[in-house]
């Protein structure tokens, strides 16, 4: 892709947040901990429904809503939040180049070299580049305009 640049605009929607977040929170190994330990208690809950008193029924119930209803449904509303009066209220346009990628959007610009992105997570829905544990730019392939598979081939080549 030699001086070449590829160029996109992109509006994150609610669906892809949604996607992303729920993704992110349980692909990570606290996020798998978390839906273990809710299962266990509702496993726990069922097997032994008899055996405890109100009280501590009433604590694996809230447990066992905590990761699989409880946090997720915070962690999407967060999100919606998000999207109203965040950054995301306006696309974000993205510069791709040999050297790296620029990302403009209301909150401002940034130049990021192809070193400084943490880690690339290509699906069929869309790609994501992290740049930390956390946060990453969302790239939608509904918003890529036919683009999708040359910056996907792109990111492999780039972050190698």
């Not at 946060?135 to 939608?140: E, G, K, T, V, Y």
């Not at 509904?142 to 598979?149: A, L």
Request: hydrophobic share 50%.
């Amino acid at each position: 892709m030699s001086d070449e640049v590829l160029e996109l605009d992109v509006q994150v929607d609610k669906k892809t947040l949604n996607r992303f977040l729920i993704r992110n929170n349980y692909m990570r190994v606290g996020g798998v901990f978390g839906l273990l330990i809710s299962l266990a208690a509702i496993a726990g809950l069922v097997v032994f429904w008899d055996s405890f008193p109100t009280s501590q029924r009433v604590i694996l119930i809230v447990l066992g809503l905590m990761f699989t209803v409880i946090q997720p449904v915070s962690l999407l509303m967060k999100g919606w939040n998000q999207l109203k009066t965040g950054a995301f209220r306006k696309p974000f346009h993205y510069v791709f180049s040999d050297t790296g990628m620029t990302v403009e959007n209301i909150a401002g610009s940034v130049e990021v070299e192809w070193k400084n992105i943490r880690k690339v997570v290509i699906t069929k829905e869309a790609i994501y580049l992290y740049m930390s544990a956390l946060s990453a730019f969302i790239l939608p392939k509904s918003q890529c305009g036919g683009k999708y598979n040359e910056l996907a081939v792109l990111l492999k080549e780039k972050r190698k």
